[in-house]
């Protein structure tokens, strides 16, 4: 099962920052976080990952508590086209490499 | 060039049909994926293949056939599928099996009748 918990949905207003917490509290200290994307009907689009520090890119911001207990996505200027759900994943089972798993995500709707 | 291409967009099949979906990148990615995704729920790990072997099945039915004949195609054959494995079906490719990272498809969009 996976072991994070999100807001089932998030209102953001277009131009504002969107900031996406996510709970992990049961992450083990080899676990990253990862962040996933998925525009209605397309594939999932990786967004962004961290393990202890503070990381960003072209897309987006991972904000990492200390205790790596919770994270916040932000993505600094919403647009319309970041409505979307976003998957926050931690879960991974080293036996079984490559296993993402996907929790319920957060269904962000970018408002005008 | 990041992109992982999937055919059909879409596909209508009866329960007696057989048919593939294929999948392919050309990242030089040594791992790929397929996932199936039901409406309004996350998507969930069907068949993993690093180096072109079968890495893990996740207890899915042998309706379902996967088959990677080259590092860069991947294959889902269907046959005697049933009306309740209708879903999006997903495929993705990493770097390795260890790498997180998981570049996806636009989906195959599968109705059964």
């Known amino acids: 099962d996976a072991k994070t918990t999100q807001p089932p949905s998030m209102d953001c207003a277009e131009g504002r920052a969107a900031n996406l917490p996510c709970n992990h509290s049961t992450i083990s200290g080899n676990e990253y976080v990862y962040w996933y994307r998925q525009i209605h009907s397309q594939g999932p689009q990786y967004i962004i990952h961290g393990l202890k520090n503070n990381e960003t890119n072209e897309m987006a911001s991972l904000i990492i508590t200390e205790d790596r207990k919770s994270s916040t996505l932000i993505l600094p200027h919403a647009t319309l086209r970041d409505t979307a759900v976003y998957y926050c994943i931690v879960s991974r089972d080293y036996n079984q490499g490559g296993k993402l798993i996907f929790g319920q995500g957060t269904e962000l709707s970018v408002k005008p | 060039d990041t992109e992982v291409t999937q055919t059909p967009k879409h596909l209508v099949m009866g329960m007696t049909n057989k048919k593939s979906l294929k999948c392919e990148q050309h990242m030089g990615h040594r791992a790929m994926y397929w996932y199936k995704q039901k409406a309004k729920k996350p998507p969930e790990l069907m068949f993993v293949y690093s180096y072109e072997k079968l890495s893990i099945n996740e207890s899915v039915p042998s309706r379902f056939s996967p088959e990677c004949p080259n590092s860069s195609l991947l294959n889902l054959h269907l046959h005697a599928l049933q009306p309740e494995d209708s879903a999006l079906y997903l495929c993705?490719?990493?770097?390795?099996?260890?790498?997180?990272?998981?570049?996806f498809g636009p989906g195959t969009r599968l109705t059964v009748l």
């Open positions: 993705a490719s990493s770097q390795d099996r260890d790498t997180d990272t998981q570049y």
